[in-house]
């Protein structure tokens, strides 16, 4: 997977990381890169630096640290030499790539009446690689189709950072709109799906089109804020269902409020440790405390353990426990 992001790389991370051992290429899913500090990646449950012959090492004074100039090279890199025009990207702190790769950013930021305007002599980098892993959502599916509607019920699903969420609600997507529901007796026919991807991460489109495989039935809202993109796509793209990433915000409720009574199926993600500890959430407690989901899929992934997951009611009760392949 590093391939699909070696060309927006220095030429000097570019030696260190194809020095890896090809496994540890195959599965790297995070390269932190911090200005005079070491560079370190992370795979599967696992972080290590690299040092300065592209070796894995675990003492901080072996590791390569990236200097001024690495991380100039990198930020020209990463906005095609146009800082201008990632202005908006770089004001919320994180730019996101061809191929839906999303890199966070730390550094000096400039403020304008209290509020972030840019984040300036950014110093650290956090490049996300995204992974399109087909198959995921199999086993979740048949426990989350309606009987009675025949579609998905409103769902809610759940997990900390890096356990899976964007990478099941994107195969959710495409089998949701392929009708592929995995479930005896089930002859449903594929829907109508809207995703707003405001992060460009689901369908990682370049010019609009996904690059990702979201099904036949699916139209994207790229680039477009979470409430804003579901009003959208409510009033003009009618569709069945609708799939946004990591809700949280009032305007969020209030739009799925929105499509939840004109009759649109919603499947959504939310951080959180589990169900408790969404329902610390203000916004995320109304959307609970009223019923809206009816379904709830709470992802864990533990070091040293293959990930699983666990479906909870409307009530927030467990119905099973399964294994899931780790995304």
Known sequence: MLDSIMYLLPQTFRFLLAALPPDVQASVEEIRVRESRPLEISWGDRYTFVGERGEMV???????????????????????????????????????????????????????????????????????????????????????????????????????????????????????????????NVSASGKKVGVVDERSELAACVKGVPRFDLGPRTDVMDGCPKAEGMMMMIRSLSPEVLIVDEIGRPEDANAIHEAVHTGIRVVATAHGADYDDVRRRPVLKQLLDEGVFTRYVILHRRKGAPASYRILDYQGKSLELYPVRKG
């Not at 959502?137 to 769902?155: A, K, M, N």
């Not at 969420?165 to 392929?178: E, F, G, P, V, W």
């Open 58 to 184: 675990t003492q901080e004074m072996k590791a390569y640290k990236p200097t001024r100039q690495d991380c100039l090279t990198l930020l020209e890199m990463l906005t095609n030499h146009s800082l201008y025009t990632f202005e908006e990207e770089l004001r919320r702190g994180y730019i996101t790539i061809a191929g839906g790769h999303r890199v966070g950013l730390a550094g000096r930021t400039v403020l304008d009446q209290g509020h972030v305007k840019q984040i300036r002599d950014v110093s650290s980098f956090n490049i996300r690689i995204a992974r399109e892993i087909q198959g995921v959502g199999q086993e979740v599916l048949p426990h989350l189709f309606d009987p009675l509607l025949r579609s998905i019920h409103h769902t809610l699903i759940i997990s900390p950072p890096q356990h899976g969420k964007t990478t099941l609600i994107r195969d959710l997507a495409r089998l949701i709109s392929r009708g592929e529901w995995g479930a005896n």
